[in-house]
């Protein structure tokens, strides 16, 4: 009789259970002018195309978005920031949404007013610091002449720069964030443990535009003992999830036009596993949050009209 009940309760039981969050990944299509498209995944490998655009660009002189960057908020609320301009821009886009379809009202935030010569604001990345309650924003920008250029041009020689914020209404002033020797850009922060944390970088020198990590106690540094790469010639973009106590680390490999992934347990010994991943076609540089089933169900309705 026992046994007899427990076959009756527990399909009840599981089907009353809440279902895991799924994945969802931004990005963006050439020439970048449509603005925000999404993926989403229930396991973090196989992604299914939610089209777009969901927020067309509005921010900024040159009207464009390219690598948005997202974060799920702790009162459930995403922020994004996006490049607005490839030349010429002093800061980056903001917006915020519930559900991924109503958007806020745009925001430009000049980050780099102070210095009249910078040439770029780039790939701007947001980092939610549980420790202090705050949002760190991170971006590259090239301010010629500023510092030892190597073997790059004085107009392209990166360094990583950010701001701090509680509600994206006031900022922190700007501070270098990453100054590794070399011009870098595509910076993400990964937080590991407590007082743990790893930095992706992409190394945007000529001879290697590729991937490598740096380590550090904070968030915002410093990141130190900056490893050999291990990607291959033009890749960047990257982004990080953590799937069964292992890391996913996504990549644009643009010099072969396609996107590719390779899977790490201590961000020293990594794996291509590109084979395992399937992206939609087009897809290009953004970042993976989490979502909710309901807003899930909410943007799969959406993109039927799309």
Known sequence: MRRLLLLILLPILFSCAPKKDAYIFTSFREPATEGLYLA????????????????????????IMRDPSIVKGKDDTYHMVWTTDWKGGNGFGYASSKDLINWSEQQYIPVMEHEPEVINVWAPEIFYDDVEDRYIIIWASTIPFRFEKGIEDEYNNHRMYYV???DFKTFSDTKLFLDPGFSVID????????????LVIKDNTRPMR???VG????????????SEPYTGFKSEGPTVLKI???????????GDMNYK???TSDF??????????KLPEGHKHGTISTISNKVLQGLIEKSKEK
Not at 216 to 224: A, I, M, Q, R, Y
Not at 244 to 254: E, F, R, S, V
Not at 268 to 277: G, Y
Request: glycine residues 8%; aromatic residues 16%; proline residues 5%.
């Open 40 to 63: 989403y995944s229930n396991d973090g490998y196989h992604w299914e195309d939610l089209k777009g655009p969901y927020l067309k660009p509005e921010a900024g002189a040159s009207k």
């Open 187 to 198: 910076c993400v922060i990964v937080k590991r443990g407590k007082n743990d944390y790893v």
């Open 164 to 166: 701090t914020t509680k």
């Open 261 to 263: 992934a390779v899977r």
């Open 215 to 226: 380590f550090g106690t904070s968030p915002l540094g410093p990141f130190e003992n900056i």
């Open 210 to 212: 590729n991937l490598k």
């Open 244 to 254: 069964d106590g292992k890391w996913l680390i996504y990549y644009d490999n643009y």
């Open 268 to 277: 020293k010994a990594f794996e291509d596993v590109t084979a395992e991943i």
